[in-house]
């Protein structure tokens, strides 16, 4: 079983990209966030065509999700338990016995400001999320644009880069406190490389030349489903592309 995650920062704007991408990558079950699109807008009849199942929540302009599999997608439920539920920021549905949830995290903007502390929040409202929903020893995938990177070789320059709401104490902490509900990096299970990136700013002239990425979209694994995986990389290639989002995939496969 092979999965897949990637930002497309718009699925339209992306849409040629994604499919040329599933027809050479075949996955059994790719994880889209920032899919930027309503509900009545969503190209469904395109991914018919391609052979994909699929499940979505967006919005116009900002956040969005989706599941795509080449399997049946069962209870997909979107967003939290509790208000606010954040439907276009998670997904949570059932694809051969094995439980998918599909988050955007939020960025956080700035450490001074509402929207981190926000942030900080979400993680805590996910780690009850999988409390009330799972246990540990269930099958489950934890997949998505976390907007965290977990280590210092996670980044192209930790020390410059020390107190970003995307590296700093209080977001690693609020991460691994959800991964130790029961967690695994799958990635850093088969590579413990450093410079090793699923994000590259637009903004910053020569990023992906220059490799000044960030490893900010991971897969997460239950220990059931952990040691079943066989690999897991990130493909550069779809960030090389014209007019790409500023995300590339991660893929892992599994032997299920």
Same mark, same amino acid.
């Given at each position: 079983?092979?999965?897949?995650?990637?930002?497309?920062?718009?699925?339209?704007?992306?849409?040629?990209?994604?499919?040329?991408?599933?027809?050479?990558?075949?996955?059994?079950?790719?994880?889209?966030?920032?899919?930027?699109?309503?509900?009545?807008?969503?190209?469904?009849?395109?991914?018919?065509?391609?052979?994909?199942?699929?499940?979505?929540?967006?919005?116009?302009?900002?956040?969005?999700?989706?599941?795509?599999?080449?399997?049946?997608?069962?209870?997909?439920?979107?967003?939290?338990?509790?208000?606010?539920?954040?439907?276009?920021?998670?997904?949570?549905?059932?694809?051969?016995?094995?439980?998918?949830?599909?988050?955007?995290?939020?960025?956080?903007?700035?450490?001074?400001?509402?929207?981190?502390?926000?942030?900080?929040?979400?993680?805590?409202?996910?780690?009850?999320?999988?409390?009330?929903?799972?246990?540990?020893? $269930? +099958?489950?995938?934890?997949? @998505?644009?976390?907007?965290?990177? /977990? #280590?210092?070789? %996670?980044?192209? $320059? +930790?020390?410059?880069?020390? @107190?970003?709401?995307?590296?700093? /104490? #209080?977001?690693? %902490?609020?991460?691994?406190?959800?991964?130790?509900? @029961?967690?695994?990096?799958?990635?850093?299970?088969?590579?413990?490389?450093?410079?090793?990136?699923?994000?590259?700013?637009?903004?910053?002239?020569?990023?992906?030349?220059?490799?000044?990425?960030?490893?900010?979209?991971?897969?997460?694994?239950?220990?059931?489903?952990?040691?079943?995986?066989?690999?897991?990389?990130?493909?550069?290639?779809?960030?090389?592309?014209?007019?790409?989002?500023?995300?590339?995939?991660?893929?892992?496969?599994?032997?299920?």
């Amino acid at each position: 079983m092979k999965v897949a995650s990637f930002n497309v920062n718009s699925l339209r704007v992306r849409l040629g990209l994604l499919l040329q991408w599933l027809a050479e990558h075949q996955p059994d079950i790719l994880c889209v966030q920032e899919t930027k699109v309503q509900d009545i807008d969503f190209p469904a009849d395109v991914f018919d065509k391609a052979g994909y199942k699929y499940a979505f929540k967006g919005q116009k302009s900002y956040n969005g999700v989706a599941i795509f599999s080449r399997n049946e997608i069962t209870n997909a439920e979107f967003g939290f338990d509790e208000e606010p539920k954040d439907q276009p920021r998670l997904i949570k549905a059932e694809i051969n016995g094995i439980a998918i949830v599909n988050t955007y995290v939020p960025q956080g903007y700035s450490p001074e400001s509402e929207k981190f502390e926000y942030k900080l929040n979400w993680f805590n409202r996910l780690h009850t999320f999988f409390d009330k929903n799972f246990e540990p020893s $269930d +099958p489950v995938l934890w997949v @998505g644009d976390f907007n965290v990177a /977990p #280590e210092p070789i %996670d980044v192209y $320059d +930790p020390e410059g880069l020390s @107190g970003h709401v995307c590296f700093c /104490p #209080e977001v690693t %902490d609020a991460l691994n406190e959800v991964m130790q509900w @029961g967690f695994v990096d799958v990635f850093r299970k088969h590579c413990s490389e450093p410079g090793q990136y699923t994000f590259w700013d637009y903004r910053m002239r020569g990023s992906v030349s220059r490799n000044l990425g960030w490893r900010l979209d991971h897969i997460m694994a239950t220990e059931p489903l952990a040691k079943k995986s066989i690999d897991c990389y990130i493909d550069k290639k779809p960030r090389l592309a014209e007019r790409p989002s500023d995300h590339t995939p991660i893929v892992a496969e599994f032997d299920w």
